[in-house]
């Protein structure tokens, strides 16, 4: 019972030919995540600076003939289109309290032009 030891082959361990046979290798799979997060990186790179928040509330106040109470601003998209979304409530002057008006404007995020314009 006396079994002779156990010898590792390395004859061949580190020869080109050992490297490119056989399943994936480390080196392989190194590249392909390299070049995967490559892609991803790629993918989530802003395409073009936007304009600010701010900039969206002014250019939609140009829009309406009244003095906003309450301006709220978010971004979103419309048809696949980056967009801000500006709402503005307030009232016309000498119109009663119990009225009021209310512009929805939708600003393309990257141009500053204005997409729509919504009132009531």
Known sequence: MNDPPLEANTGNMGTPERMMSGGPHLSRILIATVVALEIATACSAPS??????DRA???ARQQVSFQPDSIEADRTTSNGRA???VTLRGRLPGQPPG???TAIVQIDRASGEVVSVART
């Open 57 to 59: 509330i002014e250019i």
């Open 83 to 85: 967009v801000w979304r």
């Open 48 to 53: 073009a600076p936007e304009i600010t928040r």
């Open 99 to 101: 009225l009021f008006e």
